[in-house]
């Protein structure tokens, strides 16, 4: 290893580190997107059905403040169920399963 190999403390670099792909890079922001779509269906639903408009406008406060509580409830869950399920990281095998059933013993 020669001088120009270490850092300015003196330690040695690390050269196998593996950078993450792109699809790795933004998992997040897809998650949060998703999540914001969920949220956005559930809010506009509430929305509808709280109807805070036309004859009754003099509870349009109380109709804002379910739907967003709705939209907010709905993005905080399905941001951790999304995020739970990502942290399982199911891997299909590499190679398929043998035939236990089919050999002899």
């Known amino acids: ?3 120009q190999d270490r850092t300015p403390d003196g330690a040695t670099p690390r050269r196998d580190l593996v950078q993450p792909s792109r699809r790795d890079r933004w998992r997040p922001l897809e998650l949060l997107g998703l999540s914001f779509v969920f949220a956005a269906f559930v809010g506009i639903v509430t929305l509808i059905v709280m109807h805070p408009w036309g004859e009754f406008a003099d509870q349009a406060a109380h109709g804002w403040f379910i739907t967003l509580i ?3 409830g709905t993005f905080v869950l399905s941001l951790v169920i999304l995020a739970m399920l990502s942290l399982g990281g199911y891997e299909p095998p590499k190679e398929p399963p043998s035939r ?3 050999q002899e013993h």
């Open 1 to 3: 290893m020669t001088e």
């Open 70 to 72: 709705a939209f907010g």
């Open 100 to 102: 236990v059933l089919d």
